[in-house]
């Protein structure tokens, strides 16, 4: 006969038990769920099949390429994440109870950001003055959730909805046509719509300055790549132009803003800072968030 167990409380009594249980459910897999918490595949699988035992059924079943939740999986779910928010509410809190700034910081960013302006512009004085800070950089174009605690901090490029996050514009960055110097001599008299454009783009979402491409009529780009720091690779190799911040002029010398034709305006980049409302005023929350404000700010002032 199985042993039942009362699904909360079995829930309950292993925090750990319902990380990984919903790590699974929203990953569709033990291998990416081990990605997602930073452990291993083996780990997981034997940390959900530990709450199952505990429960008495299964919440997966699992396939050669792919694990699906049981009826009773999905069931727990809304119960899990009622769990989890309780207990991410309660690290919010005691970490509020906190004096000292001291203690690690997750900010998740792009590699742009945290090449050129968070590491030689933010770091090097923010650990000067708080040498018990340890910051984690999460580099990555995707949006962390923060109310998960994927993060502490986020370097953002759109407004977060209003709620347990708060946050704020820090800067609006002009956005211009950036080239090689070689190449822009090379590109003198080629219309707007014939340059050989290099773009962003990502899996998930349409990067804004394709809409602005399609005003100017501009055909699929000769070069496409998922990164930023690639793309400003292949234009400082001379291969292309591309939309991109006017700052990284400052520090890659081989670039330059192409203004041989004339271009109807580029929308300016948003730059915001945010955190969980709850952790604001952790005192090394605090700081970390305050030298990033102060340090993208200065990119508008430049």
Known sequence: MARTVAPTSALLEDWDAVRYFLAVAREGSFSRAARALATDQSTVSRRVAALEEALGRKLFERGPRAVVQSTFGAQLVEQALEVERAMLALQ????????????????????????????????????????????????SDAAVDLARHE??????????????????????????????????????????????????????????????????EAPRAILECTSVETQLALVRAGLGVAVAPRNFVEVMPELCVFDEVELPPLPPLEVYVVTRAAIRRVPRVAAVYEALVAGLRALEER
């Open 92 to 139: 919010d809190r005691a970490q509020a109870c906190e004096g000292r700034v001291s203690g690690r910081v997750r900010v998740a960013l792009t590699e742009g950001l945290a090449q050129h302006v968070v590491a030689p512009r933010v770091l090097p004085a923010l650990l000067e003055r708080h040498p018990e800070l340890a910051i984690e950089l999460l580099t």
């Open 151 to 216: 993060a502490d901090i986020a370097l953002r490029f759109f407004r977060t909805p209003r709620g347990e996050l708060v946050g704020q514009r820090v800067a609006r960055i002009e956005r211009v046509l950036l080239v090689s110097r070689a190449a822009k001599r090379r590109l003198r008299g080629v219309a707007a719509r014939d340059l050989p454009w290099v773009t962003y783009v990502h899996p998930s979402f349409v990067a804004p300055e394709r809409a602005w491409l399609d005003t100017i």
